[in-house]
Every structure is written in C-alpha cells, then in structure tokens.
C-alpha cells in the first residue's frame, strides 16, 4: 500500500468527528441526513457499492 493511503479508525469516518464537533450533527435526525447525504453523493455510495459487490460473489461461492 502507498504511504499516503489513509489508514486507522479516522480514515473512514467521512468528517463525522468534525460535524460532531461543529454542531452539524447533534441529534438521530441529523445523523441520519448526514448519513443519507454521504450514501447518496459522497464516498459512502462507492463504499456501499463494493460491500454489496462483496456480498454477491459470497451467495455465488
């Protein structure tokens, strides 16, 4: 792997500690929408992607 590729528990946490901290996310609802806004436009839709990708060749298998 590269050295510059992120790793460790705060690598993949899409800024959720940042919207905690700033206010952004303070209740379920606000978790929610911040959730629904990364599965629809962030990085989380690719995620979400390759973990069903994985999920089907493992029924295949």
């Not at 978790?31 to 839709?45: C, P, R, V």
Request: net charge negative.
């Amino acid at each position: 792997m590269s050295p510059s590729f992120p790793i460790g528990s705060f690598a993949y946490s899409h800024g959720l500690e940042w919207a905690i901290e700033t206010g952004r996310i303070f209740d379920a609802n606000s978790l929610n929408e911040w959730l629904k806004t990364l599965l629809e436009n962030g990085s989380a839709k690719t995620d979400a992607i390759l973990v069903a990708l994985a999920y089907q060749s493992e029924e295949y298998e």
